[in-house]
């Protein structure tokens, strides 16, 4: 049963992405503009994870390229980072900023803004599509610029730095992984 969730799980999120979206003016009612915007940042994710991920494209496209066809991302671990590395971390920002500081939904912001920074740098290095560069662009630059520049941020630049931290800080400990499995899985070749 959790293989064909940790292979399935995008298409749960398409759909609450979308049931996110429809409810989005009955939750955030009464709040105001720069928590409604860390609030859409999740169904927004969610709808750039079925491109990404929709048939499996992400993890082939990632394991092909950067694996040289050795499956360096399983679908376990697509599961875990998205679930808990995006929707978690989106959740937590967005409870932080509602009853702690505003601030913490930078974290939100930021992570699709780095994001989105990935998908096009590997576009451009590339030269060609990959899977989730569409919704990044057309989607989480503007959601992500418009935040920050409607955000009435009167708080400390200290949660800007953490914002961008954060979002860092999940891209690199992703690749990490990524490179330490293909340079696990080259020695078990070797041996």
Known sequence: ????????????????????????????????????????????????????????????????????????????????????????????SLYLAFY??????????????VNAFVHVVAGFVLRSYNPGLGTAIVLFIPLGFYTLYQGNFDIDNAFQYLGIAVAILIHVSIMWHLLGRRKQLTKNDSS
């Open 100 to 113: 702690v500081n505003l601030g913490y939904g930078l974290i939100a912001t930021y992570l699709v803004l």
């Open 1 to 92: 049963m959790l293989n064909r969730i940790y292979s399935n799980w995008v298409y749960g999120g398409l759909l609450t992405g979308l049931l996110l979206l429809l409810l989005m003016p009955l939750v955030t009612l009464g709040w105001q503009i720069e928590l409604k915007l860390f609030y859409l940042t999740l169904p927004l994710y969610m709808l750039h994870q079925y491109e990404e991920w929709d048939g499996d494209r992400f993890r082939i496209f990632l394991n092909n390229q950067l694996g040289r066809g050795k499956n360096l991302l399983t679908h376990k671990a697509g599961f875990v980072i998205n679930i808990f590395g995006v929707w978690g971390v989106i959740a937590v």
